[in-house]
């Protein structure tokens, strides 16, 4: 089993920046990939970035250039850095690991952005 847990959310006026951190804890040897989802209400989860374990990543065309991804293996901890946050950023953030073919979800953490 892997526990994530996020933290770092918050809110932030528009253009202003928030990093979201997620620990892994638990079986982290063998995880895989992992990354950021968000679900704004009324709508429904969508990728937001991927990191693979030798560090490759992904990123949705809405946050390219603004958001950036990263991972400390030896902390067992992913981070996400948001800059240039926009109001349409809204939504809450959840951590997704992937190990043994099996998903893990953190419980989320909501970021706000006011215009």
């Known amino acids: 089993q892997v526990q994530l847990v996020e933290s770092g959310g918050g809110l932030v006026q528009a253009g202003g920046s928030l990093r979201l951190s997620c620990a892994a804890s638990g079986s982290v040897s063998g995880i895989n990939s992992m990354g950021w989802y968000r679900q704004a209400p009324g709508k429904q989860r969508e990728l937001v970035a991927t990191i693979a374990s030798g560090g490759k990543t992904n990123y949705a065309d809405s946050v390219k250039g603004r958001f950036t991804i990263s991972r400390d293996n030896a902390k067992n901890t992913m981070y996400l850095q948001m800059n240039s946050l926009k109001p349409e950023d809204t939504a809450v953030y959840y951590c997704?690991?992937?190990?043994?073919?099996?998903?893990?979800w953190g419980q989320g953490t909501q970021v706000t952005v006011s215009s």
């Open positions: 997704w690991g992937i190990r043994l073919l099996v998903n893990y």
